[in-house]
Structures are given as structure tokens and as C-alpha cells.
């Protein structure tokens, strides 16, 4: 199993290097060859990290982690088949070469750096993982070279920054509590953190909570420093903006999760649950009003993230162990169905030119593949039957009406339904509302259909019948956060 | 008052007046004017945490910190001040941008925030061997003044350059509560922190291509 992680944090790596000499077939070639790879590699380790933790000089992989790797590889390989046909279209630009060459180094560096960062031991390379997702990322943003794509990168490179800087904080106070326990000079590993337990300062350990959820939240689009996230994720190219709001928001949950599991196992679960709980809350709220009102396509899927991640983080404040199974399931089938959101709009905002939900008609005549996937891809954003997302988030519901957190469940059941209110008027607008047949009827590219497909089957699949070793693997990832140790 | 404290000694005096100096150095770029200016109070603030550095190793025995101080030195002192300047001198504008407040309620606004940040960091009880407490309150200031900075200031390299004095207000609170950390991770963090003032770097040319200057008071486009 050790190989696997090594693998997993190289393949990436030598897809990027080939990506740098420019030849943009051989790229894409093995950019598609690289993520099923990584796909597989990250399926392979399911089994292994649901009875062990397998480990090997400073990668580790544990049921938390290998979750968030599914997510990320599943998304990885699906930006791969998708980009083939997304820079067809770019094709006529006189600098395509160059277009492809710096897409190609940033997708693979991107998803390298969101591998290696579940699969890092210890959070201060954990911090530097996520540091370099924020700077690949925010370069990807800048490629298309509009004054708005500059604005977005600049906004977000310094916001992110400026959060990991506290992120940064939150490691060497975490560094500080633990050396009172380890001894002066160790690496931050995680079992020495979590075997040390209450022994650790308690407002040393508090302080670093709150600061990585404020630092991290940062990057995982928390209220209230979540306003780099809609304009990233509008104007980044439309695999980059699925692998953003699918992957890289759930990195930097997965941050902010190792940190619960620190403090939880220091504090109690009470603190560090009702932080999580604010948060939330405060971001789920912002993020169903923004929805309802909300005119640029792709600005209205990044609002949904936001919805999204506090769902994540109300789940972990509500602290029941159906809840954090609930959470975790959340993250991959959220990665599936935002992924497809995002390659759908991609399809429409190339189709009919605009980003402007209120330009976009009659989407269903025109695109008779894109159209019904995306459709489906909303109606399993809204939670619907029988798409992952029904059954994570009645989880996450069932657990915390089970943990006897009644007012939070009701609050956040409303403000799902607000979210989907105005996604569906949205999604209904432009699809089934009848306008002038302004482009021909046709799908652009197979390459850009295919991805929502396989979303699609790993939406269904995991709605209705979870495979026995994810079981598993969730339940392992459960007991790990609710102090059962590693 | 306490008659058994003793008096700092001469160690904690400078260590804690080179951490004083670190935050002056902090409020000097909140009122800086020239764009120039401000990146050689950064390589001054950069000096000074790496001369930290030596004296903390020299007297606490940490050979390490030789290692990261000269380091720091070579990148925060020389390599990042030069890249900036390099940047700063293809552009035509040497004053930064107006602030949204002005001066003196900037510097208002800083002290308060200094402040907060200095008594509250004493009420976490946050002691370390290797410096004293005084200094962490005044890293917990540099780094809060340095938000300041970012947000008050209209242009994008007074907002890069807070972002960078930023993270020397962390080493300084590094030093304090972390000196033992292992060398290997300060490197990493040094490493990325090269990786991100390229792509600063790359990001501020892209911005000032794109719009002939370097102020950021147009980038309101994007919201809602």
C-alpha cells in the first residue's frame, strides 16, 4: 500500500512535467491517463484505510484522508476527459499552444498539490500543501486573461493568502501546545497530537482552533471570508472552476477537520462543535440569499459551494455520529454533483456565448445531452432522491434531530430549501423557458458530455447503494473524529 | 506589584526591543507615500527578524536558527525586495495609490488595533523558553497592522507588500513559541513563501497589463 500513496503523489507530478514541453495531444493524452490512474490508485486504498492506516516517510493515508482523496481524484480525471473538448473551442486563439501548455502544468500541478494534501502526516505540511493549491489556483484563474479573470485572480490570491496567513498562525500556536507535550523539536504529526489529548494547554489549543477555521475557512468559502470564492470560481476556466468548488473547498475542510479532531480530543467536542455550528450557519444563511437573486450562471454554482461547505460544517458542529457519516459522504458525492454542475454550465456559457442566466433560453431544444444531465446535477444539488446527496444530507438531518439539535436541524432544512428555490427558478429559466432560437441545436463536444455521465453513475450509485468498503470506510472515518484515536 | 520580579535582562531587553522595532517598522509603511519606500522598510522589517533570529540562537543555543536566519536573510532581505523593485521599475507610478482613510486616522485605526492585538495576546498565558512574552503580543501586532495595511491601501503592491510583512509578523511570533520547530519545516515555509511572491509577482504584471496601473480602485466589477 505504501507505493500507492507514493504514486499518488507523483503521477500528477510527471503529467505536469510533460505538460511543460508543450506538445498539447501528448498533455492531454496523459493528463486523461494520469487521473483515471489516480482514480483507481485512490479506489485501491479504500479497503486498506478502512482497518489500517498505511504510511510510508511523512504520507499517510486514514479513512478522513481517503475520502477526500475519492473526491479529488474522481473530479481530477473528470476535468481531464472534459478539458479535451473544453480547449477544442479555444483552438482558434492565435497563442493556443501556449493557452494549452500553462492549462495543462496548472491542472496537474493543481490536483498534485490537492492529492498530496490529504495524504500529507502533519499539519504543517498540511498548511504547505494547501499554500500551494492557493498560488497553482489562483495562476489558473488569471489564464483567460480578461480584466475580470485578473481581477478575480488578484482578489483571490491575496484574500486566500492573507487567510493562510492565519492559517500559518494557527499551525505554530498548534506547534506551541504540542511542544509542551512532545518536547521542543518534533514535526507535527498528527498521532503524537492526537495521543497527547488533554495534556495539551487548552487556550493554546483553542486559540489554534479558532484560527484555523477562520485561516482555512478562508479557502473553503466560509462566511464571512468567503468573497474571493464567486468571483474565482466565475471567471477560472470551467474544469479549473469544477475542481475549485468540487475539490479544493473540500481540501481546506479537510484543514479545518484535522484541527476538530485536535481540539475535539483536547477540549471536549462542545467548543470547537458550536464554532463549526456558527460558521455554518452564518455561511448556509448568506448563501441561500445570494442564491435566490443571483444573474451570472457559474456565480450562482459558486454560491451553491458555499451553501454546500456549510452544510459540511454543520454537520460536524451537530456532532452526532450519523451526522460526521453524513459529512463524509457529503464531500465525495458533492465533488460529483458540483463537478457536473460546472461542466454543464460550461456547455451553456460556450453554447450561447453569456454567462447571463437571463440570456440563456430554451436550453433543453438546443442541448438534448447537456441539458437533462444538468438539470439532474441541480436536482441533485437540491438533495433529490435518488442522488447521494438525499441520503448524506437526510444523514446529516436524521443525526441532528437524533443529537437532539433541534433549532440548528429546522434552520438548516429552511435555508436548504431557500438554496433550492433559487436554484430551480434559475435552472427552470433557462432550460425549459421557450426564446429565440439564437444558436443551432448540437452538443459542442462528446468529450464534455461524457464526464457528467460517469458524475451521474457515481451519483446514482451512491444514492442507492453505497459499496460495502466505503461503508466501512465511513464508519472508520467516524470513529476517528468522534476521538477514537487513529 | 510583584516584588519578585525581577527586572528583563539584557537578553530579553534586546529581544525585545528589536520586536518594538519590527512594529515600527510596520506603522512606517502604513504611512509611506513612495512605493519605494515601502519594499525597503519591508527588507528592513526582514532584517530585523532575521537578526532575531541570530541573537535567539546565539543565546538559547539552537544552531538551527543560524541556518533559517540566513535564509530569511538572502530571500526577505535581497531576493523578494529586488523582484518587487525590478517589478516597480517597468512601471511608470512611484506613489501609491491614496488610501481609503487618510493618514493620521490610518495610523489611528493601526494603534488601536495594535493594541487589542498586544493586551489580548497576553491573556492566553502563552510563555515559551526561548523569548519573551512581550514579543509575541508585538508579532500579534505586526500581523494585525499589516491586515490594516492590506485593507486601507488602493495599489497592488502596498497590499502585496502587507500580505509579505504579514508573514514576517508570523516568523516573529514563530520565534517566540516555536523556535525549536524543525529546520526542514521552516525551509518548506520559506520555500513556499519564494512560490508565492512569484506569483504575486506574475499576478501584479498580469494586473498592471491589463490596466496601464496599480491601483486597484477599479477592480469593482465582480460582485453580487
Known amino acids: ?486 | 506589584m510583584n516584588p519578585a520580579v525581577s527586572p528583563p535582562g539584557i537578553y530579553a531587553g534586546i529581544a525585545n526591543g528589536l520586536a518594538v522595532l519590527l512594529l515600527l517598522t510596520e506603522f512606517a509603511m502604513l504611512r509611506a507615500a513612495l512605493l519605494r519606500a515601502q519594499v525597503r522598510l519591508y527588507a528592513a522589517q526582514s532584517l530585523l527578524v532575521s537578526i532575531l533570529a541570530v541573537v535567539v540562537a546565539a543565546t538559547r543555543h539552537l544552531p538551527e536558527l543560524y541556518v533559517l536566519a540566513g535564509l530569511s536573510l538572502a530571500l526577505k532581505v535581497i531576493v523578494v525586495p529586488w523582484l518587487v523593485s525590478r517589478m516597480l521599475r517597468r512601471t511608470t507610478t512611484e506613489i501609491a495609490g491614496s488610501g481609503a482613510l487618510g493618514v493620521a486616522s490610518e495610523v489611528l485605526v493601526a494603534v488601536a488595533v495594535a493594541a487589542f492585538g498586544f493586551f489580548a495576546t497576553s491573556r492566553f498565558h502563552i510563555s515559551s523558553p526561548a523569548l519573551p512574552t512581550t514579543a509575541l503580543g508585538l508579532g500579534v501586532a505586526v500581523i494585525l497592522v499589516a491586515f490594516v495595511l492590506m485593507v486601507v491601501r488602493r495599489d497592488v503592491v502596498s497590499q502585496a507588500i502587507g500580505f509579505f510583512s504579514l508573514e514576517n509578523g508570523v516568523s516573529l511570533v514563530s520565534l517566540v513559541v516555536a523556535a525549536g520547530m524543525p529546520l526542514i519545516l521552516e525551509v518548506a515555509f520559506l520555500f513556499d513563501l519564494l512560490v508565492a511572491v512569484v506569483v504575486f509577482g506574475v499576478l501584479m504584471q498580469v494586473h498592471h497589463a491589463r490596466s496601464e496601473s496599480l491601483s486597484t480602485t477599479h477592480l469593482t466589477r465582480l460582485r453580487g
Open chain 1, 1 to 486: 500500500m505504501p507505493v500507492v500513496l507514493i504514486l499518488l503523489t507523483t503521477l500528477p507530478l510527471a503529467a505536469a512535467v510533460v505538460s511543460l514541453l508543450g506538445r498539447t495531444r501528448a498533455s492531454q493524452a496523459l493528463t486523461l491517463v494520469m487521473g483515471l490512474a489516480c482514480l483507481g490508485l485512490a479506489i485501491a486504498l479504500v479497503p486498506a484505510a478502512a482497518h489500517d492506516s498505511p504510511h510510508t516517510g511523512f504520507l499517510r493515508a486514514d479513512a478522513i484522508s481517503v475520502v477526500f482523496l475519492l473526491g479529488t481524484a474522481f473530479l481530477y480525471a473528470a476535468a481531464a476527459v472534459y478539458s479535451i473538448g473544453y480547449l477544442r473551442a479555444e483552438e482558434h486563439r492565435e497563442d493556443f499552444a501556449r493557452y494549452a501548455r500553462r492549462f495543462y502544468l496548472g491542472v496537474n500541478l493543481f490536483a498534485w498539490s490537492m492529492l498530496a494534501a490529504p495524504l500529507v502526516n502533519g499539519l504543517a505540511l498540511l498548511w504547505i500543501a494547501v499554500e500551494i493549491t492557493t498560488v497553482v489556483s489562483a495562476l489558473l484563474v488569471a489564464l483567460d486573461n480578461t480584466d475580470n479573470a485578473a481581477e478575480a485572480a488578484w482578489k483571490y490570491v491575496l484574500l486566500a493568502s492573507a487567510g493562510l496567513g492565519i492559517g500559518l498562525l494557527a499551525t505554530i500556536v498548534m506547534y506551541y501546545a504540542g511542544s509542551t507535550v512532545a518536547g521542543q523539536s518534533y514535526d507535527l504529526a498528527f498521532a503524537p497530537l492526537l495521543a497527547a489529548g488533554t495534556r495539551l494547554p487548552h487556550t493554546a489549543v483553542q486559540l489554534a482552533f479558532v484560527l484555523a477555521v477562520l485561516g482555512f475557512g478562508t479557502k473553503v468559502g466560509l462566511f464571512p471570508v468567503h468573497t474571493w470564492l464567486p468571483d474565482a470560481h466565475s471567471e477560472a476556466p470551467t474544469p479549473v472552476s469544477a475542481m475549485l468548488s468540487g475539490s479544493l473547498l473540500a481540501v481546506s475542510f479537510y484543514a479545518v477537520l484535522r484541527y476538530y479532531q485536535i481540539a475535539s480530543g483536547t477540549l471536549g467536542a462542545s467548543f470547537p462543535r458550536t464554532v463549526l455550528l456558527v460558521f455554518g450557519v452564518l455561511s448556509l444563511l448568506l448563501a441561500a440569499l445570494y442564491l435566490l437573486e443571483q444573474r451570472d450562471l457559474k456565480r450562482l454554482l459558486a454560491y451553491s459551494s458555499v451553501e454546500h461547505m456549510g452544510i459540511l460544517a454543520i454537520g460536524i458542529g451537530l456532532g452526532a455520529p450519523l451526522a460526521t457519516a453524513g459529512v463524509l459522504l457529503h464531500v465525495i458525492v458533492h465533488a460529483a454533483a458540483k463537478g457536473n454542475a460546472f461542466f454543464g454550465a460550461g456547455v451553456l456559457v460556450r453554447k450561447y456565448r453569456t454567462k447571463d442566466v437571463a440570456t440563456i433560453r430554451s436550453g433543453l431544444d438546443t442541448l438534448p445531452w447537456t441539458a437533462p444531465l444538468f438539470l439532474l446535477a441541480i436536482l441533485a444539488l437540491a438533495a433529490m432522491p435518488p442522488f447521494g446527496l438525499f441520503r448524506s444530507e437526510f444523514q446529516i438531518v436524521a443525526g441532528g434531530l437524533a443529537a437532539a439539535h433541534n433549532a440548528v436541524t429546522v434552520v438548516l432544512v429552511v435555508l436548504v430549501t431557500v438554496a433550492f428555490l433559487g436554484l430551480s427558478v434559475a435552472t427552470t429559466r433557462m432550460l425549459f423557458t421557450p426564446g429565440p432560437r439564437v444558436v443551432a441545436r448540437g452538443e459542442p463536444s462528446a468529450w464534455m458530455v461524457a464526464p457528467m455521465l460517469a458524475g451521474l453513475a457515481v451519483l446514482v450509485l451512491l444514492g442507492i447503494h453505497p459499496p460495502a468498503d466505503l461503508a466501512d470506510l465511513f464508519a472508520r472515518g467516524v470513529s476517528d473524529l468522534a476521538g477514537g484515536g487513529t
